[in-house]
């Protein structure tokens, strides 16, 4: 791949960039609301359909993530072979329709499908979206400008719970997935006109080059240790925060007794104003520390991780829904910090033509298992434990994964810094 001088980033070019940033981080918002409308429906679903809290689980993780892990890889693939705005349109068009026909579902089989059909088309999104980015942003801005991307999960948390909530309270469960679905649609098509494709590579001083062979992509990636490790650390993390979104609406009206609109407020002024926080700070201490030694951009993964673990443990055993809320509202701060640095660490062992299958592998463990095995295995443990209070119990306990998680954070961090040096040179 041939090396050229990067280009300034200023006037123009930055102007584009902080437009395309505003776009994707609307499009995550709603690819957010859609995964989250779900959760703040376990209730009234659960009700109606007769079903337990493994079956809930099932919709809510291993359905969704098994066909967006599987569906993403060769979307990926496209994306890193055409045009990303098109395969972002496409696939937002795509798992909105599919939100809206949730509402149409009769029994538990019906709304699997459903819910296949909301993960395939959400598995176009991130990955597109992230090689983007780091196409539009220069490296001493990614770990920030992804963290700001991923700033549309705790805004998407907040708007489902909160307006999902409220709904929930007034109208039956069919209709609110009907409610959620349509936005996405007219989003669509703003976003054909609005966002540009950028010039791979250039802020890196390459040249595009070719799409390399899927096996040496995978060969490449799986060398790093770094690689090896920040996946896992992440398919753990997740695990444990996807079971715990999942059910903390179910946890809040279910053991607290709150009502939907009061749970829906709860968890989405939380997520807005302490998961913004998190998410924005594990991008920013990346940026501010990681010139001087890189690995910080892992090592506050951790450290944010670990420090959660006594908030959210109080949280799911206090008797007080106040004293529970407040806890969850802190333990956010440091177990979002991963969720956009982790994917500026992913990229920058990437080259420019392997990054949107680089951001798919990631999505791919941390969806599969995390997001698939994290709500089913919350669920059962819930299950076996038997009673109402059974879910503080279980959720409490995923935070053993959590601290598994941070064991990982640590050994990407040893060889970063070398495994860095190596993917710059293999350019």
């Not at 609301?33 to 659960?46: G, T």
């Not at 995978?218 to 650390?233: K, N, T």
């Not at 599969?368 to 306990?397: C, I, K, Q, T």
Request: overall charge positive; hydrophobic content about 50%; proline content about 4%.
């Amino acid at each position: 791949m041939s090396h050229a001088q990067p280009p300034v980033f200023a006037g123009e070019r930055r102007r584009l960039a902080r437009v395309a940033l505003f776009m994707l981080v609307g499009v995550n918002v709603m690819n957010q609301v859609d995964r989250q409308i779900m959760s703040v429906l376990i209730e009234p679903v659960r009700m109606d359909l007769g079903l337990t809290d493994t079956e809930i689980g099932l919709l809510v993780g291993l359905a969704f993530a098994l066909f967006y892990t599987f569906a993403g890889l060769p979307i990926a693939r496209l994306a890193d072979r055409g045009n990303r705005r098109k395969l972002i349109v496409v696939s937002l068009t795509l798992w909105s329709a599919m939100t809206a026909v949730c509402g149409l579902a009769q029994n538990f089989l019906q709304l699997l499908l459903a819910r296949v059909g909301v993960g395939v088309g959400e598995a176009g999104c991130a990955p597109a979206a992230q090689s983007l980015i780091s196409d539009y942003f220069p490296q001493t801005h990614r770990a920030r400008s992804l963290a700001t991307y991923q700033l549309g999960v705790p805004i998407g948390i907040f708007i489902g719970s909160v307006i999902g909530g409220t709904l929930s309270d007034v109208l039956p469960w069919r209709q609110v997935f009907f409610v959620f679905g349509a936005p996405g649609l007219l989003l669509a098509v703003v976003t054909f006109f609005v966002l540009k494709e950028p010039p791979r590579g250039e802020w890196d001083g390459l040249a595009e080059g070719e799409v390399e062979p899927i096996s040496d992509v995978l060969r490449f990636l799986w060398s790093l240790p770094a690689m090896r490790h920040i996946l896992i650390a992440a398919s753990l993390h997740t695990l444990t925060l996807s079971a715990q979104v999942t059910f903390n609406f179910a946890f809040l009206t279910r053991v607290h007794e709150l009502s939907g609109a009061q749970a829906g407020w709860a968890i989405g002024l939380l997520n807005a104003v302490f998961g913004t926080f998190g998410t924005y700070m594990g991008g920013w201490i990346g940026d501010r520390f990681g010139p001087n030694d890189a690995r910080w951009y892992i090592w506050c993964l951790g450290l944010g991780a670990v420090a959660s673990i006594p908030f959210s443990i109080f949280a799911y055993l206090t008797q007080s829904a106040t004293l529970a809320v407040a806890a969850l509202s802190l333990g956010v701060i440091g177990s979002y910090m991963y969720a956009g640095a982790v994917h500026a660490v992913s990229q920058s062992l990437a080259k420019p033509r392997m990054r949107a299958m680089s951001a798919a592998i990631m999505l791919f463990s941390m969806n599969l298992f995390g997001y698939g095995f994290g709500p089913p295995l919350a669920g059962m443990l819930s299950d076996v434990l038997g009673g109402e209070s059974a879910l503080r119990y279980a959720l409490a306990l995923m935070n053993g994964v959590l601290l598994w998680s941070c064991i990982h954070y640590w050994l990407a961090a040893r060889t970063y810094r070398e495994d860095l040096l190596i993917s710059r040179a293999a350019q």
